[in-house]
């Protein structure tokens, strides 16, 4: 029998606090299409015009909530390439290939995991070590990877819709938007989307192994 998952000894550094309450704002619609806050500031997108969630930013604060991610930590960890537990930089070895650590779906496609589109942000080689023992995505099956190229592609978050009532419905959707079409126009972002291309699977331990 697999042995049960470690109980976490840190907090990642894109996890959501109990004392970061989320942002409550009126959505209207945009004089570009699709939809907007109410009381928008400049902020409020991202380098593509996407909208995106808030949250306050109160890290530390209350108790850390394992379940949910910070939609403006991950965002950096994603944009900077910064590792998703303890917010330095991501390993890279000799040939510059970053290390990701993914749930293992090798059988979704021929020649997986290229191509793969994921949210999860990179990792430095310590926490790899740990998040392979105690992230629940990862304990039961993982694959390690280092990654030549990848490139910010798309978001992930809530779907809106219009409607005959005079302003934009929520729908019960969270999908994977990509930038540059009619549907991130729709989109409430909340994690940024990088898509790896260039991978080569290793072996973790040993890649442990070899840094000490």
């Known amino acids: 029998m697999k042995a049960a998952p470690a109980r976490p000894d840190v907090v990642p550094f894109i996890a959501a606090w109990s004392g970061e309450q989320r ?4 959505v209207v619609y945009s004089g570009r299409g699709g939809i907007a806050f109410v009381d928008e500031a400049p902020e409020d997108r ?5 909208l995106w969630n808030g949250r306050a930013l109160a890290q530390g604060a209350g108790r850390p909530r394992y379940g949910e991610v910070h939609p403006e930590r991950q965002r950096v ?14 390993d890279r070895d000799r040939n510059g290939g970053v290390l990701f650590v993914v749930e293992d779906n090798r059988g979704d496609w021929n020649g997986w995991p290229e191509n793969l589109m994921t949210t ?5 080689l310590p926490c790899a070590g740990k998040a392979v023992e105690q ?11 280092r990654v030549r190229n990848s490139e910010v592609c798309a978001v992930y978050g809530r779907i809106w819709s219009s409607s005959a009532f ?14 540059g079409t009619a549907a991130a126009r729709w989109v ?3 994690q940024l989307v990088r898509s790896l291309h260039g991978c080569t699977r ?9 840094s000490r």
Do not use: I, W
Not at 120 to 124: A, I, N, R, S, V
Not at 202 to 210: C, G, K, M, S, T
């Open 23 to 26: 942002h409550t704002r009126r």
């Open 46 to 50: 991202d380098q593509f015009g996407v």
């Open 77 to 90: 960890a994603m944009q900077y390439l910064m590792c998703q537990v303890c917010g330095r930089p991501a």
């Open 120 to 124: 999860h942000p990179p990792l430095c």
């Open 135 to 145: 992230c629940p995505h990862l304990v039961d099956s993982s694959v390690a990877l």
């Open 166 to 179: 005079g302003h934009p419905v929520r729908t019960a959707n969270k999908e994977v938007v990509a930038y």
């Open 188 to 190: 409430l972002a909340g």
């Open 202 to 210: 290793v072996d973790l331990q040993r890649e442990l192994a070899r």
